[in-house]
């Protein structure tokens, strides 16, 4: 007998003034609430910790549809991807976050991409897959489907999560 399951997926909203959102599940935020605990200089980029105005916000998140479009992705949300890639019940995240200060005279960041894997029903743990500095810009992320892997990008810079069979790893990739 099939154990229906009483957590519910995270769900996107557009706000009033046109910013799209996500809801993470309880188990999600709690982990996410969690981590930004312990790395109390860290903040979960979205359009508002960005500091993107509405329009702006807008205009990002239009161009950001068009990326996963392209690439025939599922449209999830600019600042986090969730899918199956450490092949457990649960859905994995990824989002990233960026330091509060700046780490030098140009004003860049410390940035993390953080994986929640789930340890039981709705409940998660944190793997800092990838950390790196570059300003305060994130254009997107997306779950690739034929790559297999999260991949995320801002102006001249990308990278990549991706499982690897034991745990969540990354890889950036910076422009000129």
Not at 15 to 24: A, C, E, S
Not at 67 to 83: C, E, F, L, N, R
């Amino acid at each position: 007998m099939a154990i229906a399951s009483s957590v519910k997926a995270q769900q996107t909203e557009t706000t009033p003034d046109g910013r799209h959102i996500v809801r993470f599940t309880p188990g999600q935020q709690a982990a996410i609430d969690q981590f930004l605990r312990t790395h109390p200089n860290m903040l979960q980029a979205n359009s508002t910790t960005l500091g993107l105005a509405p329009e702006a916000c807008t205009e990002s998140y239009n161009e950001w549809h068009q990326i996963v479009d392209g690439t025939k992705a599922v449209p999830q949300s600019p600042y986090a991807a969730w899918g199956n890639y450490s092949h457990h019940a649960t859905p994995d995240l990824v989002t990233p976050f960026f330091s509060k200060t700046s780490v030098n005279n140009w004003g860049w960041r410390r940035w993390e991409i953080v994986a929640f894997e789930p340890t039981g029903l709705d409940r998660f743990k944190p793997i800092v897959a990838l950390t790196d500095s570059w300003g305060v810009c994130f254009d997107g992320i997306l779950n690739h489907p034929i790559r297999k892997r999260v991949e995320f990008w801002c102006k001249s810079m990308g990278g990549d999560v991706r499982w690897n069979g034991v745990t969540f790893v990354g890889k950036l990739a910076k422009g000129d």
